[in-house]
């Protein structure tokens, strides 16, 4: 039993990318460490009014974002496996619904008829490190504990293993196309709704890579928080690094904006966009 909760608590801390690190015995700050954050923004999505929704693991909760102004929308609880204690993904369906991943409680949380946020997968899956819908409503979970991507059909049915790809993150594009973050060999694959594997890459390139997305002209991007950075490339082309280090210094989510890549950076505390004069700074957020 304590080896299972061992196991646990290093896949939960290993899924959250929020590791704290000791500081030396000394009243100079070492250059290698970070201070706690109370603020640690993971993922974004933007709904059909321009409002862009963002998961806060260390508030917890999610915040969104519209008219130059964040406003926390949904507090979680700050008490252990308790609902959405550690936020950590987030998706938007096509007809406009939120789903949220909760490592913590291994749910994904979606508003019910009374407005309430509720647990719909009875707690089924390991750790849900990043959410993605089908254009038919389906959800895909990438499951960062039990390796494996799964799908739900329908609210409060029982998903099932949809793939076994060892994900950390998933995507779906604009031909309903999913395309899946590997942390194997091949780290980044295309999967057809029958469940067909297609590998888009046969080896290692990224260091560390989180997330990918795919706009309207097949143009693909991916984030690698080691690298600090982001490659884009089309199909066909060698992966290039794009952008490598200041302003970005842990970049992790990312998302469509007007079908260019915004980027989610937990360390720099911030969501960037990309636009035709390079990478901007969209907002941040105040560690308070």
Not at 63 to 81: A, C, D, H, I, P
Request: aromatic share 10%; charged share 25%; net charge neutral.
């Amino acid at each position: 039993m304590y080896r299972k909760l061992l196991f646990f608590a290093l896949g939960y801390l290993l899924g959250l990318d929020a590791v704290v690190h000791a500081q030396p015995p000394s009243s100079a700050p070492s250059s290698s460490t970070r201070a706690a954050s109370k603020i640690y923004p993971l993922d974004a999505v933007v709904d059909n009014s321009g409002t862009a929704w963002i998961v806060d693991r260390n508030k917890p909760g999610v915040w969104t974002y519209q008219n130059n102004e964040l406003k926390l929308e949904v507090q979680g609880s700050n008490k252990f496996r308790q609902p959405l204690n550690a936020v950590r993904c987030l998706a938007i369906s096509p007809t406009g619904e939120i789903a949220l991943g909760d490592p913590a409680t291994r749910e994904v949380y979606r508003k019910d008829a009374d407005g309430k946020w509720t647990g719909t997968l009875d707690a089924t899956v390991g750790i849900p490190v990043d959410l993605a819908f089908l254009g038919d409503g389906s959800l895909l979970i990438a499951d960062l504990e039990r390796r494996v991507l799964w799908k739900q059909t329908a609210i409060g049915s029982k998903p099932e293993i949809f793939a076994k790809v060892n994900p950390r993150g998933v995507f779906v594009d604009h031909a309903d196309r999913i395309w899946v973050i590997s942390q194997d060999e091949q780290q980044l694959l295309r999967i057809s709704k029958d469940g067909q594997i297609e590998p888009i890459l046969s080896k290692r390139v990224f260091e560390f890579p989180h997330q990918v997305v795919v706009n309207s002209k097949d143009q693909i991007w991916v984030s690698d928080g080691y690298k600090k950075g982001i490659w884009s490339w089309k199909l066909g082309e060698e992966p290039k690094l794009i952008i490598s280090g200041d302003p970005l210094q842990n970049p992790v989510g990312l998302f469509l904006v007007d079908d260019q890549p915004a980027i989610v950076d937990p360390h720099a505390q911030a969501v960037f966009k990309w636009t035709e004069s390079g990478l901007v700074k969209w907002f941040a957020f105040e560690n308070n």
